[in-house]
């Protein structure tokens, strides 16, 4: 894999306001594990290696143990995950595969019973912040191993 731009030289303010909506979610009311978690989860579904690398990395040196990061990929069939992280998850999966389906009034609903508003508002902007930069790391080539990892709390 060969970088074709880097992006936060080239564009250095729009990519700090992508790094404040980051800064924002190290703050926020989701639970640090949660949040890394639907970051590594939402990386894997876009094939992003550079997020992938960079956030199991992360969760890795917060003491996430290696059987959750190892079981997300099938999180569906591991006793690995608490009922808000597989609330928390379902919902990421469904806005990050988004088109054509939306995100279903159960997926919804089920995370309602987990988070109150606020939090599901920070969960929402987690989903949506990853899924950009999975986005920008795709698109401009950012190669996994040439970064450290992006403490979130």
Known sequence: ???RMNYSAVAPEAYKSM???QKYLATSSIDHTLHVLVKIRVAQINGCAYCVDVHTRDA???GEEERGIYAL???R???EFTDEERAALELAEAMTLIAGRGV???TWELAGKFF???QLA???LAVITINAFTRLAITTGMVPGRSKPVLSK
């Open 77 to 79: 069939e591991s006793p």
């Open 122 to 124: 920070d969960v929402v």
């Open 104 to 106: 279903p009034a159960e």
């Open 1 to 3: 894999m060969t970088e």
């Open 73 to 75: 990929s099938v999180w």
């Open 19 to 21: 790094l404040a909506m």
């Open 116 to 118: 109150d508003k606020r």
């Open 60 to 62: 890795r040196e917060h």
